[in-house]
């Protein structure tokens, strides 16, 4: 049975400076349950980095509670918050690592400050550096390391202490997508393996896509929708949520004022020349505005966008088709990215 981790309870945040006030998180409610690979998404300034910090109570909440494995943080003293944020890693978009630290040292750091000796964390963090694969680079200063090398160190030192859970803000954003794979790869790993929870705070849903379970969008401040992954990438309901699951400005111009669908490859087809089988069988062409889709193992996977015929006869048998497929199709009329 699933159990909650993470229990966000109408949480809100305002900042208030001299002459103006901010409203970063407005009523929050979330539940992160224990094993979830749960992702918050939203664009620049939507609240995530406010609400990351909420959760683990380094910016305290204005209104609400936050429930992390039943206690509430809130009600907490400093000595028992800091115990409990050392159940709680975080790895950030700029790494954060010591300069004037090897990565060991840097690892070392978290175990020292909880009063580990220091042969106790050496040992643990050469167990860390094994599982995230740079056994070779224990004594290298930051300086010496690439991108995802450090984000490596980073999550090393992340889980130093045990944590139940790993709240990654937006800590893919500034590498390469080789190397965004790997460290999500990595993540997912980390939480098959050791069962911890994970929160990603992002802007980018290929992140969302590739390994979370669930996702809340946020957008101005507040939840437009969460769910499974997959119902929010096969059904948006919200525009915030269209807005990022739909290619976006690849196809905005040629798409305004056009009659569309859009198709969800999900894996459950095998790569078929669908489209073409479409225009066969109902004896119309149709014009393709976007195509992202990857064949894995002859799955199909991803999403496309075809502007339909103006015949409505003809569209909803295109529809009937795609559908029968076991696919998922729906309309985007005129949208405009
Ligand atoms: N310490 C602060 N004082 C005043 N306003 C703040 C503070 N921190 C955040 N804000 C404001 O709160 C809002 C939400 O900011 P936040 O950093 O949480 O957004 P975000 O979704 O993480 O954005 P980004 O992806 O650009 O980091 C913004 O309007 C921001 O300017």
């Known amino acids: 049975m699933s159990e909650a981790i993470i229990e966000i309870q109408s949480l809100s945040k305002t900042f208030r400076t001299k002459d103006s006030e901010v409203r970063a998180l407005n009523n929050i409610n979330l539940t992160i349950e224990k094993g979830d690979i749960y992702g918050i998404i939203g664009m620049s300034g939507a609240g995530k980095s406010t609400l990351v910090r909420c959760i683990n109570m380094l910016e305290k909440p204005t209104e609400g509670t936050v429930l992390f494995d039943g206690h509430d943080l ?7 918050l800091r115990k409990v944020r050392r159940s709680m890693g975080m790895i950030f978009q700029q790494f ?6 090897t990565a060991e040292q840097n690892i070392c750091f ?36 690439s ?4 984000q490596r160190v980073a999550i090393a030192r992340a889980l130093a202490t ?15 997508p080789t190397t965004t794979t790997s460290i999500l790869a990595l993540l997912k790993d980390i939480n098959r393996r050791m069962g911890i929870t994970i929160v990603i705070i992002t802007h980018q849903m290929s992140v969302i896509e590739e390994i979370c379970n669930r996702v ?4 101005n401040s507040q939840i437009a929708e969460f769910g499974a992954v997959e119902d929010i990438f096969h059904r948006p309901q919200t525009a915030a949520a269209q807005k990022l699951v739909y290619p ?11 009659r569309c669908m859009r198709i969800v490859f999900d894996g459950n087809s095998s790569f078929e020349p669908i489209i073409a089988n479409m225009v066969l069988d109902c004896k119309a062409p149709v014009n393709i505005m976007y195509a992202d889709t990857k064949d894995i193992d002859g799955k199909a996977f991803g999403q496309m ?3 339909l015929p103006q015949d409505e006869a003809l569209a909803q048998k295109m529809f009937a088709y795609v559908r029968a497929k076991g696919l998922s199709a729906e309309e985007v009329n005129g949208y405009v990215g």
């Open 162 to 176: 045990n944590p139940k859970v790993l709240l990654c803000d937006e800590a893919t954003s500034a590498l390469d």
């Open 305 to 307: 966008v075809v502007q």
């Open 74 to 80: 809130s009600s907490l003293s400093s000595k028992d």
């Open 110 to 145: 978290p175990l020292e400050l909880a009063g580990v000796d220091k042969t106790s964390a050496r040992k643990r963090a050469k167990e860390l550096l094994e599982l995230v694969g740079l056994t070779d680079r224990a004594q290298a200063y930051p300086a010496q390391l």
């Open 216 to 219: 809340a969008i946020i957008d």
């Open 147 to 150: 991108g995802g090398q450090k």
């Open 248 to 258: 976006e400005g690849k196809l905005s111009d040629k798409m305004i004022s056009k």
């Open 96 to 101: 954060n690592l010591l300069m004037q630290r």
